[in-house]
């Protein structure tokens, strides 16, 4: 046997019977149709060093296109091992790119336009020309929405036709979307920009309308790859085409169950409709899964099992190949932070128990969740690496928040109490606590600004359940030293640590093990997936953080985004698995949750037993969970409805007004006097001028009503 027979020998060696069909296809059109972990990757890499270690052609006349720029660093890697160099794996926009640089210069008279830096300027340059007011969140609503069109090979002329036909929702009124996007198409001309939607137009034209350089990149690229091609765009795929020519040497690997790119234009209709446009393809199915334990696999399948829809027709059910791991663990928390508390806990265990941080991921729907998490973990010392986002204390708007808190330090807003001083300093940047844009970016900066604020309301409580803090409240100043020490800590430098990542940006890796969080109805599917087509791509994104854990995973949710704020429903493509631990109902307003520790929490010794209370819950109504005191249901229902009346009146959050915690502590303690009222934690002088009688009132069975009119009218 020759060296390169044995070559090719253990080259296939590491390969099941459907996997090798695939990588020993003869040239030409081969697409791999399956599910998530069955090995595509693995088998693309496989075929390009078969291919090139059989002697067909050499690594430099291979595109291998893949999703991310990580995920071609990763493909190259594998490839190198396999001892094949050279090969042109890259993303659809840096293959374009590099060609352009190299063969645009003629067609640009030596002179490509520049990369634009941020598409946002000219959409705000176009905006203005359009005479349309906008803010930088909308200016990025209107640049998605632009590469949108643009990858779909819409231009501003077709844009309200279009939209009109598949009747989507445009993120203004599509008449001044179409102006807007003109505008900002002629103002990257007069620039001489391109952003990256032009990159892969421009290659595609240079390609198709000058013969010469077609035969040239023809000649140099001969065989194509493409991974993840259930999520390529029509205008990827002209690119595509324009590569190909007349040839038909291309291997695509896709799985329509992970469609979850459509926002951006991609479709799964060009990997469904392969062996259509390619009569001779070679089709191959794997159904095998080897990244994760039968527990894991078991349940994807139960989740895709119930999908519907175009992509749901070719789904596969996955045949675990591993050995059995431990059972899928579902929890429910009282609130989001409580969440983030105990899975970075868990977090912090798992690595002091010799798990490696970057095996272990924290998933979420949108960017904005992994505010709480960067804040837990490095509560914790736990490093992370954020994947697909900017860092929680990097974004605009919160830098904005910032300075608005700052600068109104020294103002009258500065010597209000805490809670009501946040909110007035950040109306200077057009936060109100009850005007919640509906959705995309402007949503998102909304709901980190919201963070923000939700932080000083955890300080405050922080403040009041450690007795060696108890100096005066603290006020702005003070919330702003925090604030500061905070965003100082977590700009430390993380090599390695814990991934978190959006469910988008998780798609094609994997983890030993995977905390998927934040499963509650309302944040996975978003509220804003309105059809059946937009709740589908939101199973499918719920399928691909499943199938991203190798070992171990854990899924969960908060019952209440904020502490005391209203309860949601579990996530309804999990509801009715019945998975032990999902969903737990809780009693009225109590937090079904287990004992967290705080990290600077004093020694405070339960009223019942005696023991020391870790729980900063515990702490607050001073007994532990197993001494449990009796609270007055009544009471506390009629509490609850004088609070919601309260807060709607003065139009703010209800927890504002009291925490949960605080209301299960005066209907267990019934308080008959402002000092007793006042020994309660959450309850300062502020609250006790401002609610005391009132809730004085409500202990002794006044009505709620009358309870209601007797605090102080609202701002
Ligand atoms: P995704 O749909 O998530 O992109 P995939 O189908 O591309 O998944 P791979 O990432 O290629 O799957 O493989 C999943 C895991 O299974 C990897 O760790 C890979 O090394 C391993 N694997 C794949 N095929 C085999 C095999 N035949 N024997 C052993 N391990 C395998
Ligand atoms: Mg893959």
């Not at 445009?170 to 952003?195: F, N």
Request: charged share 25%; with cysteine; aromatic share 6%.
């Amino acid at each position: 046997m020759t060296a390169r027979d044995q070559a090719l020998e253990r080259l296939l060696s590491g390969l099941d019977p459907e996997q090798r069909e695939a990588v020993t296809a003869d040239p030409g059109p081969v697409c791999i149709l399956a599910g998530a972990g069955t090995g595509k990757t693995r088998a693309v890499t496989h075929r390009i060093a078969w291919r090139v270690l059989r002697g067909d052609m050499r690594g430099q006349h291979v595109t291998a296109v893949t999703f991310t720029a990580r995920a071609a660093g990763e493909m190259r890697d594998r490839l190198r091992g396999l001892g094949v160099a050279g090969v042109n794996a890259r993303t659809f926009h840096s293959a374009a790119l590099r060609q352009l640089r190299y063969f645009g210069m003629r067609r640009f008279n030596g002179r490509l336009p520049d990369l634009v830096d941020s598409a946002l300027k000219f959409t705000a340059i176009a905006a203005a020309r359009a005479g349309l007011q906008t803010s930088r969140a909308k200016n990025f609503d209107l640049t998605t929405e632009m590469e949108w069109a643009a990858s779909s090979l819409i231009g501003p002329d077709d844009y309200v036709s279009a939209i009109a036909a598949i009747g989507r929702d445009a993120p203004a009124p599509p008449e001044d979307v179409a102006k807007v996007y003109a505008a900002y198409v002629e103002a990257k001309r007069r620039a001489g920009v391109m952003d990256f939607a032009d990159v892969l137009a421009h290659t595609a034209d240079m390609i198709t309308e000058d013969e010469s350089i077609a035969d040239q990149i023809r000649s140099q690229y001969r065989f194509f790859v493409v991974d993840e091609y259930q999520d390529v765009t029509p205008l990827q795929q002209r690119l595509l085409d324009a590569w190909l020519g007349d040839r038909d040497d291309i291997t695509v690997v896709g799985d329509a169950s992970q469609t979850i790119y459509s926002f951006t234009g991609a479709t799964s209709k060009y990997l469904l409709d392969f062996t259509r446009r390619h009569r001779s393809a070679a089709l191959v199915r794997l159904v095998r899964d080897y990244r994760s334990t039968p527990q894991v696999v078991g349940l994807a399948n139960q989740i895709i099992g119930e999908s519907k829809g175009r992509e749901a027709k070719m789904r596969l059910e996955l045949i675990g190949q591993r050995p059995d791991g431990p059972a899928v663990t579902a929890e429910v928390f009282a609130d989001e932070a409580e969440e983030a508390d105990m899975i970075a806990r868990r977090c912090s265990q798992l690595i002091a128990d010799g798990t490696s941080a970057s095996e272990i991921a924290v998933l979420y729907r949108t960017n904005a969740q992994s505010q709480a998490y960067e804040e837990a973990l490095a509560s914790y010392g736990v490093p992370t690496v954020v994947t697909g986002a900017a860092r929680f204390f990097d974004r605009p708007e919160v830098r904005q928040a910032l300075v608005a808190l700052r600068s109104a330090v020294k103002a009258d807003i500065g010597r209000m109490p805490l809670l009501e001083a946040v909110p007035a300093a950040l109306e200077a940047i057009g936060w109100r606590p009850d005007a919640a844009p509906s959705g995309g970016a402007q949503r998102e900066a909304y709901e980190a600004v919201t963070a923000l604020a939700g932080l000083a309301e955890q300080f405050l409580e922080h403040h009041r359940a450690n007795p060696d803090e108890d100096g005066p409240e603290p006020d702005l100043e003070a919330f702003c030293a925090e604030l500061s020490r905070r965003a100082a800590e977590q700009h430390a430098p993380a090599v390695e640590g814990v991934t978190l990542a959006s469910l988008h940006a998780a798609k094609g890796l994997e983890w030993d093990v995977v905390f998927l969080v934040g499963l509650a109805d309302g944040t996975l599917p978003t509220t804003f997936a309105r059809t059946d087509i937009a709740l589908e791509e939101e199973r499918r994104l719920l399928y691909v953080g499943i199938t991203r854990a190798r070992e171990r995973l854990q899924l969960s949710y908060g019952l209440a985004r904020n502490a005391g704020g209203r309860e949601r429903r579990l996530c309804r493509f999990l509801a009715p698995l019945g998975l032990g631990g999902f969903p737990r109902l809780p009693e009225p307003g109590a937090a079904a949750s287990k004992p967290r520790e705080r990290k600077r929490a004093k020694v405070l010794d339960c009223s019942g037993c005696g023991k020391p209370l870790t729980d900063a819950r515990d702490r607050k109504l001073g007994h532990c969970a197993d001494c449990p005191a009796t609270m007055d249901e009544a009471l506390f229902e009629r509490l609850r409805e004088w609070r919601v009346s309260v807060a709607k009146r003065d139009g703010k959050p209800a927890f504002t007004v009291f925490t949960d915690v605080t209301l299960i502590a005066i209907a267990e303690r019934c308080p008959g006097s402002d000092t007793e009222l006042a020994s309660l934690h959450g309850i300062g002088k502020s609250k006790l001028d401002k609610y005391g009688p009132a809730v004085l009132h409500l202990v002794n069975g006044g009505e709620v009503n009358e309870a209601v009119a007797m605090c102080g009218e609202g701002p």
